[in-house]
C-alpha cells in the first residue's frame, strides 16, 4: 500500500505597503537589503537594480516635492506607484519560490523583509448571544440553515419555563433591547426552510449588562 505523505498547508507573503512615501522608500529599502544574496530567490523580477534605482528615484522626487518644485508633486506620485508595483512584482517572485518549497515557506517569506499572511480559515458561527452596544441590548447570532432560510428567535427571562416569541428575522441575527442590567436572559433558535419548520436550539443565556 502507497502512502503520500500531507503536504504542508501553503504559506501566503503578505506586504502591506505604506502610503507615505518615507515609509514606502523605508520599506523598500529593507526588502532589498534582505532579498540582496538570499539563495531562496536567486532571481527575483524586476532585479533589485532595478527596484533600487527606483527607490533613489523616489527619493529625489520627494526631496524635489518638499522644495515645492513646480511639477514635483506629481513626478513624486508617478515614481510612488511605480516603486509600490515593483514591490508587488517582487512579493509575486517571493511566493513563487514559496509554493515551490513549503515546508521552508514561512522562514523564506520573512527572510526576504516580508510577512506571513495568516490563515483566515473561516469558522462557523455559533449559536451564542453577546451585549449589545448600549445598556440592556443584547446581539444573538446563530448558524446559517442556508440560502432562502428565515429564523424565528425565542426570549426566556425565567430559565426558560415561559417563552416570548421575537419577531423573525431573514438573517441568522437579531438585536433585543430595552432588558433590565443584571438579569440573565435565555434565548432560543429554529431555522425555518421550504421543509418546514426546525427544532428549537438548546438556550443560550447571557446575563445583560
Known sequence: MTTTAKQPARSIAALLLPKSTPALIAL???VVQRMTGNAGVPNPTPTLAVVNQAITDLETAETAALARTKGAVATRNEKHVQLANMLHSLKASV???ADANREAAPGLIESCGMTVKK????????????QGP??????VTSPSAGRRASYEWGMSTNAGQTWTVLPSTLQARTSVTGLTPGATVSFRVRPVTKAGEGDWSQPTAILVH
Open 28 to 30: 523598500a529599502k529593507t
Open 134 to 139: 448600549v445598556s440592556g441590548s443584547v446581539k
Open 95 to 97: 511566493q513563487t519560490a
Open 119 to 130: 490563515a483566515n480559515a473561516r469558522q462557523k458561527q455559533a449559536f451564542a448571544a453577546k
